[in-house]
């Protein structure tokens, strides 16, 4: 069973930006716990981040035939990112989304989920935990 973690625009900016909102902890932080669980887990994944709408499109679209899941936090791109969306469904592969922040619990224009369309759960608010369940709803989806 392999996965791919795609992390969006300005989740590099972790433990910089908002800290009263993101907390402490880095996006080197997030990455290792990912790790740590998907070791425990034993699943395979890849980890891919990209501050660029493009890049992300191109990477989903490589993981046809590739991976068995994808699990993505788009950030800011979750809200209009028609071209996320859209390469999404072209590969047809289960997909999480993940928010580290309960979205419907914050500004208005965040509320809107437009690549969660795609997805057949999307996990918010948990911070990094949220991945964790990602990897095991993903699993269990996929039957094991």
């Known amino acids: 069973m392999k996965f791919l973690v795609i992390n969006g625009v300005n ?28 070791s425990e887990e034993k699943v395979d994944l890849d980890i891919f981040f990209s501050n660029f709408e493009g890049e992300i499109v191109e990477k989903i679209q490589n993981s046809y035939a590739v ?25 047809n592969l289960p997909t999480i989304e993940v928010h580290l922040t309960d979205v419907m619990n914050r500004e208005n224009y965040r509320r809107v989920l437009i690549t969660s369309e795609a997805c057949f759960l999307t996990i918010m608010g ?8 990602a990897i095991i709803k993903m699993k269990q989806k996929l039957g094991e």
């Open 11 to 38: 989740l590099n900016m972790l433990g910089i930006r908002e800290k009263d909102v993101y907390g402490n902890r880095s996006y080197d932080d997030l990455c290792n716990y990912i790790k740590e669980i998907a």
């Open 126 to 133: 948990k911070g990094f935990e949220g991945y964790k369940e």
């Open 67 to 91: 991976y068995d899941g994808i699990i993505i936090n788009p950030g800011a791109y979750a809200h209009y990112s028609i071209a996320i969306l859209d390469a999404l469904r072209s590969v």
